[in-house]
């Protein structure tokens, strides 16, 4: 059983800082590719970034410049910084992951919620 365990999500107000983690577990394979998607209310879930097992990353544009992706590949664990967080943030955040040779996990979700 793969397992991915999202943490670290909550309600900030505007212009403040989470840091969210999600550890794999239950796994012997190697993980390459890892990222964080969300989806808000009345929309549908949408890329944040992704990143491989060598650090390469993509963003969103909307997310650029705002928030960083990064991973310990020691600990299966991959981890979003998100800083100067805005209302349009608000949303289920869902860690992935991508199993080599097996095949894309997700996680639960955790919730981010912005205040003005």
């Known amino acids: 059983q793969v397992q991915l365990v999202e943490s670290g999500g909550g309600l900030v107000q505007a212009g403040g800082s989470l840091r969210l983690s999600c550890a794999a577990s239950?796994?012997?394979?190697?993980?390459?590719?890892m990222g964080w998607y969300r989806q808000a209310p009345g929309k549908q879930r949408e890329l944040v970034a992704t990143?491989?097992?060598?650090?390469?990353?993509n963003y969103a544009e909307a997310v650029k410049g705002r928030f960083t992706i990064s991973r310990d590949n020691a600990k299966n664990t991959v981890y979003l910084q998100m800083n100067s967080l805005k209302p349009e943030d608000t949303a289920v955040y869902y860690c992935?992951?991508?199993?080599?040779?097996?095949?894309?996990?997700w996680g639960q979700g955790t919730q981010v919620t912005v205040s003005s």
């Open positions: 990143i491989t097992r060598a650090g390469s990353s």
């Open positions: 239950g796994t012997m394979f190697s993980i390459s590719s």
């Open positions: 992935n992951a991508m199993v080599q040779a097996v095949g894309l996990y």
